[in-house]
């Protein structure tokens, strides 16, 4: 019986589905992964450089203006078939908990409710000063095509400027969504690993706790994974392929 197979029978079983999703999934709809993020002229800088806090205090105008440029791409982009099918799921599975790294809104739009971000959000900037939640995001934001600088807007609390929403090197990712995630796995019987090289820690170790617990763990990426189990699995290729081919083997496409 093919893997496919074997991880379809496993879905149609499922009372608890985790998803875990990361950047090769945003990546089918034309957003960039993180390394790849720089084209024209942001090409000269380094983006492990612009996410940092420390690089937000030395120029707050460059680091905003890039990651607005950023936001910019992801309200250009549209779910794609994998963000659909991923939707989808949950009107066939008992329990569903969708957990993503990406900072994109992707699986909102396609239709999936409380997704649990663990790097953040690009559409949830807060205060860099009093961490409070900044509600006034331009929903059409400039788009810095050529490098330029961008003032961020200011706390309307304390007067401090708005940074991005997500998680920056060095910081720590948001207790609450990784505890979310890390029940979520304990509890699963099945967790699908969609476009994640899961090498990023400590999200990687959603997938691990979830076969640690016993459940049946599916690596769905372009690039083959090697499993360390009998209840491990790897699937090769585009997600928005084989996670609507998953629906349609269990029966419910």
């Known amino acids: 019986m093919s893997d496919l197979q074997i991880v379809a029978d ?19 709809s034309g ?7 720089l084209s024209g002229l942001w090409q000269r800088f380094d983006p492990g450089e612009l996410a940092t806090a420390a690089a937000f205090r030395r120029d707050p105008a ?21 963000h659909l099918a991923i939707a989808e799921l949950a009107r066939h599975v008992p329990q569903l908990t969708l957990v993503t790294q990406n900072v994109d809104d992707l699986h909102e739009r396609a239709g999936s409710p409380a997704v649990i971000h663990l790097h953040g959000s690009l559409h949830q900037p807060r205060c860099f000063d009093c961490q409070r939640p900044f509600t006034r995001l331009a929903a059409d934001p400039q788009e810095p095509a050529k490098g330029r600088r961008i003032e961020p807007p200011r706390c309307l609390q304390c007067g401090g400027p708005v940074r991005p929403g997500v998680v920056w090197f060095g910081e720590m990712l948001p ?29 990687a170790h959603v997938p691990q706790l979830a076969l640690d617990s016993g459940a049946v763990v599916a690596h769905i990426n372009q690039q083959a994974f090697a499993p360390n189990s009998p209840r491990e699995h790897s699937l090769v290729g585009p997600a928005g392929e084989l996670v609507p081919a998953l629906l349609q083997r269990a029966g419910w496409q």
């Open 175 to 203: 207790e609450q969504a990784l505890q979310q995630a890390f029940a979520a796995a304990e509890s699963c019987d099945l967790l699908l690993s969609i476009g994640t090289s899961g090498v990023v820690y400590p999200a």
């Open 31 to 37: 957003i960039p992964t993180f390394r790849d993020a």
């Open 10 to 28: 496993a879905l149609r079983r499922a009372r608890h589905l985790v998803v875990f999703t990361g950047a090769g999934v945003s990546a089918e």
């Open 62 to 82: 460059l680091v905003w203006g890039w990651y607005e440029w950023r936001r910019a791409q992801v309200l250009k982009a549209r779910p794609n078939p994998a």
